[in-house]
């Protein structure tokens, strides 16, 4: 009986080591082979979900910058490369669609406006007074993400890069925090 050949590695074992070459080496070599094989694929996935042909390549170019930083949060035990690429392109389109579709902020007047009365200032103060104990209150996991989301301006997915979580522990716990804040603020 002849013994038999090993079987070529899968594609997503050529990925997953060329991710931990990225991490472990900032590998130029191994970062050219996944963009090569993966940007093309990404803009035609974009493309596909409704985004414009220069819209398409920003958002490969910030992917794939994003694969170069993150690759030390790639866990292969929770997703093939792929799909962690792919879920770093859904977000970012997500962001751009959510960009996209604010409203422009009303005309600003010209001139300074006039001063609040004297009680509307007190009441602004014991509010922002209020809404400060509150969040100082919130447990910690929750007071960083709602820090992150309202004071740093981070979208929720820009949170989850920085934070490793995932976006559905993110928008809970954010969910949850803007609740007790909620009933902090009704209290009073």
Not at 49 to 62: F, I, K, P
Not at 64 to 75: L, S
Not at 94 to 115: F, N, S, T, V
Not at 145 to 166: N, Q, R, W
């Amino acid at each position: 009986m002849t013994p038999k050949a090993p079987a070529p590695p899968s594609d997503n074992a050529v990925w997953i080591d060329a991710v931990a070459l990225i991490r472990d080496h900032a590998d130029e070599e191994a970062f050219a082979a996944l963009f090569r094989h993966f940007a093309p694929r990404i803009k035609g996935f974009l493309m596909k979900s409704g985004a414009d042909e220069t819209t398409a390549e920003e958002c490969v170019q910030d992917v794939m910058a994003t694969v170069w930083r993150k690759a030390g949060q790639f866990d292969p035990a929770r997703a093939s490369v792929a799909t962690w690429i792919f879920t770093i392109a859904r977000n970012r389109r997500i962001d751009i669609l959510r960009r996209q579709r604010r409203p422009e902020p009303e005309d600003l007047g010209w001139g300074p406006e006039a001063e609040p009365d004297q009680e509307t200032a007190l009441g602004l103060q014991e509010d922002t007074r209020t809404l400060g104990k509150a969040i100082a209150a919130l447990p910690d996991k929750q007071r960083d993400l709602i820090e992150k989301a309202y004071f740093g301006e981070l979208s929720h997915s820009e949170i989850a890069d920085v934070t490793g979580l995932p976006l559905g522990t993110i928008k809970s716990r954010i969910r949850l925090a803007l609740d007790r804040l909620r009933h902090a603020m009704d209290r009073t």
